[in-house]
């Protein structure tokens, strides 16, 4: 899934991504602040910040800065955070496989329902690790494979249907964590269907 196919995919769907995306994803959303724990001060990474959903989620005291690859997203963030009157967030428009930052320049990173709609998960993430401070922490919320064999092989199956949708559904959390060498501290679901998980790692 290249980049510009990405950003296409989720400029159509910043039409209604709210409605039908967010709906469903926000329990997950309202709970990470909890997986964080940051104080005030702390800087805070959001990559694939989309329309900005979880954004009033933390407290006006950490400084929140949000890339994503749509235009189209960050322009309902945008205009989100206006209503909102936040001023500690920075929206910039990036690609998440190269972050523009320096080395150890947040406290943590979080990841809500992005890392599988990217074309190098693991390229995404080591640059989430860059970026990072050490002993930082890296929040996933996202969809992994099952490890049910017969739901895990649907999934497996159905990939290449959701892709051109913008995701796929059969990314594999242990290898994930195996090929960027993190380890799951915390790994919770985050809705009553099962569907979602929080995955908290200490950056290394």
């Not at 290249?2 to 296409?8: L, M, Q, R, T, W």
């Not at 702390?42 to 235009?71: A, K, N």
């Not at 390229?123 to 017969?150: A, D, P, Q, T, Y």
């Not at 995701?167 to 964590?177: G, S, W, Y």
């Amino acid at each position: 899934m290249a980049v510009e196919f990405v950003e296409k995919v989720y400029d159509r769907n910043s039409l209604f991504y709210d409605l039908v995306f967010g709906l469903v994803s926000q329990q997950g959303r309202r709970k990470a602040p909890g997986f964080l724990a940051l104080d005030a001060g702390e800087r805070l990474l959001e990559v694939g910040v989309g329309t900005g959903l979880s954004i009033p989620e933390f407290p006006e005291y950490v400084e929140i800065t949000g890339i994503d690859v749509s235009q189209g997203m960050l322009d309902k963030a945008e205009r989100r955070m206006r209503s909102l009157g936040r001023r500690n967030v920075n929206l910039v428009k990036m690609d998440a496989s190269k972050l523009d930052f320096e080395d150890d320049s947040f406290d943590a990173v979080l990841a809500a329902y992005v890392i599988s709609t990217v074309a190098d998960p693991v390229g995404v993430v080591e640059e989430m690790k860059r970026v990072c401070k050490s002993n930082g922490s890296i929040l996933f919320l996202n969809h992994f494979r099952s490890n049910n064999r017969v739901m895990g092989n649907a999934e497996r199956i159905l990939s290449p249907f959701f892709w051109r949708l913008g995701f796929q559904t059969n990314l594999d959390l242990p290898e994930l964590l195996r090929e960027t060498g993190l380890t799951a501290e915390i790994r919770s679901k985050v809705d009553f269907m099962g569907l979602w998980t929080a995955v908290r790692c200490t950056n290394p």
